[in-house]
């Protein structure tokens, strides 16, 4: 498996990358940022380690970007800072995991190992055309659950029939009627106020920006969308 390591400081770099090359990992490691964005864009990745402190950015930058692209990959962050704020920030954006400087090497090769068992699981359910995994966000039709960042959503058999129709047509463009018809089973007789207060209800469970949603995306005059890119 290949796996991205980006952190200013060598002897740190180098590492980690020496305890993973022990465990048979293939390493791509970095010091400094834009040589890591390109290896992002040009390589195939199984998992990143990402330093939070970098010269010309930090780590929260390189990671929106990962998952801006949509790759699903587990990140990890490497940080000296211990506050909870940071380590929030980081995971609402996607990040998988914190590792506090200084740490244990065997530690972090256990945490690696774990992310990536975690992925594997999530990558094989993908294949599941009723597991729709993107940028975070979890929905199993089989099992009527819905997760983000991991957090399971409690949402009503409606509110998930709504949600899990938008997954399945991810990228496309869902009308009110459309919506409505499939998921109550009736004639639309302009219920679009009806969707309408369902979908601000997911996105509020969701912890959505009702202006810019990250997920459900309101196309105005057509209807409601995921976008996946």
């Not at 990143?48 to 990140?75: N, Q, S």
């Not at 207060?197 to 459900?216: L, Q």
Request: glycine letters at 4%.
């Amino acid at each position: 498996m290949n796996i991205l390591v980006l952190d200013d400081e060598k002897e740190i770099a180098d590492l980690v990358e020496l305890f993973l090359i022990n465990e048979g990992y293939r390493v791509f490691k970095f010091y400094d940022s834009q040589s890591a964005l390109q290896c992002i864009e040009s390589t195939h990745l199984d998992m990143a380690l990402l330093d939070v402190m970098l010269p010309d950015t930090d780590g929260f930058a390189i990671l929106r970007k990962i998952r801006e692209k949509g790759l699903r990959f587990p990140v990890i962050m490497l940080t000296a800072r211990v506050e909870d704020r940071d380590k929030i920030i980081g995971l609402s954006m996607g990040a998988d995991d914190y590792i506090t400087k200084p740490f244990n090497p065997l530690e972090m090769v256990s945490r690696v190992k774990a992310q990536l068992r975690r992925y594997t699981f999530y990558d094989n359910q993908q294949k599941n055309d009723n597991v729709f995994d993107y940028a975070g966000l979890v929905v199993n039709k089989d099992t009527h659950k819905c997760t983000l960042y991991e957090k399971e959503i409690a949402l009503t058999p409606i509110e998930f029939n709504i949600l899990w129709l938008l997954c399945e047509n991810a990228g496309k463009v869902v009308s009110a009627e459309d919506i409505f018809q499939q998921v109550w089973g009736e004639k639309y007789l302009d219920c679009s106020n009806t969707v309408m207060v369902h979908i601000r209800r997911i996105r509020e469970k969701m912890n959505e920006p009702s202006r810019n949603p990250k997920f459900i995306k309101t196309v105005w005059g057509v209807g409601y969308k995921i976008e996946t890119k």
